[in-house]
């Protein structure tokens, strides 16, 4: 509404902040907006509502937390608040508490199902989408109580193969705990389940812990009751927990009377609490026999109807379906199959880059994701989560899922070609006009190429990806537009030659832009590396213009200008081998060290192999990566705890080591680690969807030194590509693809 434009709102804002003895807002404002370039875009408003919600939780957590320590709290609290553990913060002029050092959670769930029960280090079960949790304890007749999140020895472990599940275990003075969780169908309906077995070597009771809690902090329960049978409680009136049998002892507790866990000893029992505080907790307490193991099953409906969306023995039938690994390096091995199950978890139409904190759409992470789904062989899968991409598009073009990032369209173009090209498939007809106001938007949001300034012919000034920093002309977005014209342009190929001239050319022109506006850059700093905007200098916002690399592949591996970005990112950017990003993540990011190893990969550089070990020693024991994580503790400190965009990433890079596509060629075996080859070992991996059609290679060692590789294709066409065997340590070979072939590989005299 244009006419509060004219209200003088700016004026009542300086009015009233002055006399109540604040800062002046506006003028504060003003003095942000300059360490920016002027944009017609601030910061998006969807990334402003997600982190208002984020800090309404930390102001929360603050109120609450540490005036209430005597409660028990999830296991980042427990060590975050710890002034002996590592993870210690201390906490004098934050407004807000939030978890900064244990940012690790594990989605469980079923194939197809929206709803994504998480579980923390310890074993704590939230259900629902930031909802309360379930904890589980034991309560022995004396002595100290097992509690999971204070415990020293705990340990937990996923299951990959099949039905997914979590399982953890917690022993202390002659007491063990497990917990096992999963979701599984029960006529029709996904239900969370949760299988307690606990011994002792005294008597006392396994206890069941409602929690108004999770791994951010604080999260309401107002209202819980026990029914008569004492085997379900129903929370705020909505949710049921379900007890395989009657609970021996219950109690309930409000705020003002403290944690349920310092009354768990009472005589006197409750059935039912109220809070008008929100923080109701309950405690279902089973007795246990000396020296013998008690079991208890739980079960949380997660929808009140069946959904016939879901199908039995989905677990086994997806992963059926997927490109397999099969090396003797078993964590590799783990990892692949931890990023596979993530894929098929966070695809159920929408593909999502987390459980939780990142719950939500973005075109970026969902080009990445869908590639990654691609290339494993979950074809349905991506074409379902593109069909979502329409609906998302203006009228003008954009593709949206939040203002100022316009890398946006670009990623979407060379998604849709990927989709084409791997499978081998022509778009319908219906993605015509999609595509075309897609391409013809980005033509039409370059800036003119007359400009007297080094972002000539560039993309505007935007937020981008919000870890390169604040509004700028990123090369990032400038690249990715670049890939989606030349995507658009060998889409329309055989559909409409004029489209086809009309994006080739408006790439051409878009890449010169970019090639002058570079050049400004090395002359500027004296070298050729890339900032990430042509007004900076080169800091760690620089791993975005590795895009020009991977995966756009819009330069040859050996680009100079790639080459020297990737050398300063190596020297002033990683701690650990891993790749340290201090603007907003402060934390090492297993993604973008993966996107560095990539570039590595194609160079045919050993040092991708010290990158990749790194990432696999950086996954939780559940085989997944928070965001970002810190150096110090090894936990999460920034967004998911369980991040699929760096499952889709370590995939990829698995992929890229078997076959990867170069031009007109695929290139095999070129990071297939030298370790991994002996006389006992086969090595396997396929099908594996190309450009060019599926392969499958296999790799033995044979007694006289050499290694035998062995392939089996489905060609899209008659005539395959070239390939181009480049087994490290081994003689390099090109030779013509057949639909099978076997070749033996002679060690070269200097391994590299």
């Known amino acids: 509404m244009t006419w509060l434009k004219w209200l003088p709102w700016r004026y009542v804002v300086r009015y009233v902040a002055h006399k109540h003895g604040f800062i002046d807002p506006v003028a504060l404002l003003a003095k942000l907006h300059n360490f920016a370039q002027p944009s017609e875009v601030g910061e998006p408003i969807e990334l402003l509502r997600a982190g208002v919600v984020f800090h309404a939780r930390g102001l929360i957590n603050s109120r609450v937390i540490q005036h209430n320590l005597d409660w028990v709290w999830p296991y980042w609290i427990e060590r975050q608040f710890d002034p002996n553990d590592q993870s210690f913060i201390p906490r004098a002029f934050s407004i807000t508490h939030i978890n900064l050092t244990h940012r690790n959670w594990t989605a469980i769930g079923y194939p197809d199902c929206p709803e994504l029960p998480i579980v923390d280090p310890r074993g704590l079960l939230t259900p629902f989408l930031d909802s309360w949790s379930l904890d589980s304890w034991i309560m022995p007749e004396h002595g100290e109580y097992l509690l999971p999140s204070r415990a020293d020895d705990s340990q937990q472990q996923i299951t990959v193969a099949g039905d997914v599940s979590i399982t953890t275990t917690t022993h202390q003075q002659g007491m063990i705990l497990q917990n096992k969780a999963w979701v599984a169908l029960e006529d029709g309906v996904p239900v969370v389940k949760m299988r307690l077995k606990a011994k002792a070597d005294k008597a006392g009771y396994l206890v069941l812990a409602l929690r108004p809690q999770n791994p951010e902090g604080v999260s309401f329960i107002h209202k819980v009751a026990l029914n008569e049978q004492h085997n379900q409680w129903l929370v705020d009136d909505k949710k049921r927990v379900q007890f395989s049998r009657p609970a021996d002892r219950y109690h309930v507790s409000a705020y003002k009377k403290g944690d349920v866990y310092i009354h768990l000893a009472d005589a006197q029992q409750q059935t039912e609490g109220l809070c008008d505080v929100g923080m109701v907790t309950a405690a279902a307490l089973f007795k246990m026999p000396e020296n013998d193991w008690h079991e208890i099953a739980v079960t949380v409906p997660l929808n009140s109807a069946a959904q016939p969306q879901l199908q039995s023995g989905a677990w086994q039938a997806e992963q059926q379906k997927c490109c397999q690994l099969q090396c003797p390096d078993q964590h590799y091995q783990f990892l692949y199959g931890a990023a596979i199950n993530s894929l098929i978890l966070h695809s159920p139409e929408d593909v999502y880059p987390g459980p939780y904190t990142y719950k939500r759409f973005w075109f970026r992470d969902a080009a990445f994701i869908i590639h990654a789904l691609l290339c494993a062989g979950l074809t349905e899968r991506a074409a379902r989560a593109l069909q979502q991409f329409p609906a998302r598009q203006t009228l003008l073009g954009y593709f949206r899922s939040q203002e100022g990032e316009w890398d946006a369209n670009g990623e979407v173009l060379w998604i849709l070609q990927r989709y084409a090209e791997l499978t081998g498939r022509e778009l319908s007809s219906d993605w015509h006009s999609p595509l075309k106001k897609g391409a013809r938007w980005i033509i039409n949001k370059r800036l003119s190429d007359k400009l007297d300034t080094p972002h000539a012919g560039l993309l505007p000034a935007g937020f981008s990806a919000e870890h390169l920093g604040p509004n700028d002309y990123y090369y990032w977005d400038d690249f990715w537009g670049v890939a989606g014209l ?228 489905d060609w899209h066409t008659a005539e395959g590509p070239q390939l181009e065997i480049c087994l490290p340590g081994y003689q390099a070979l090109s030779i013509a693809a057949e639909t099978s072939g076997k070749v033996n590989l002679k060690k070269r005299s200097t391994s590299r």
Not at 531 to 557: E, M, N, W
Not at 620 to 645: F, K, L, N, R
């Open 486 to 713: 030349q995507a658009a342009a060998r889409i329309f190929e055989k559909v409409d030659p004029k489209l086809q001239q009309e994006f080739t050319d408006a790439a051409a022109e878009f890449s010169g832009a970019i090639d002058n506006s570079l050049q400004h850059c090395a002359n500027r700093l004296n070298r050729p590396g890339m900032p990430a905007s042509p007004y900076r200098r080169l800091d760690a916002g620089a791993i975005g213009s590795l895009a020009l690399g991977y995966p756009a592949q819009l330069c040859r591996p050996d680009d100079p200008r790639l080459l020297d970005t990737v050398e300063f990112l190596l020297k002033r950017c990683f701690v650990q081998d891993a790749f340290y990003q201090d603007m907003i993540h402060s934390g090492l990011n297993a993604y973008l060290t993966l996107h560095v190893a990539q570039i590595l990969l194609r160079n045919n550089d050993p040092r991708y192999l010290v990158l990749m070990d790194s990432v696999a020693g950086l996954a939780s024991p559940t085989g997944q990566w928070p965001e970002a994580i810190h150096p110090g503790t090894g936990g999460g400190c920034m967004g998911d705890g369980h991040h699929v965009w760096a499952a889709a990433e370590w995939l990829l890079m698995v992929r890229n080591c078997f076959v990867r596509e170069e031009e007109n060629h695929l290139v095999l075996a070129g990071g297939v680690p030298d370790r991994w080859l002996n006389n006992e070992n086969v090595i396997r991996f396929g099908p594996a969807p190309t450009r060019f059609g599926s392969i499958s290679i296999t790799l033995s060692h044979q007694q006289d030194d050499q290694v035998v590789l062995h392939w089996l294709a």
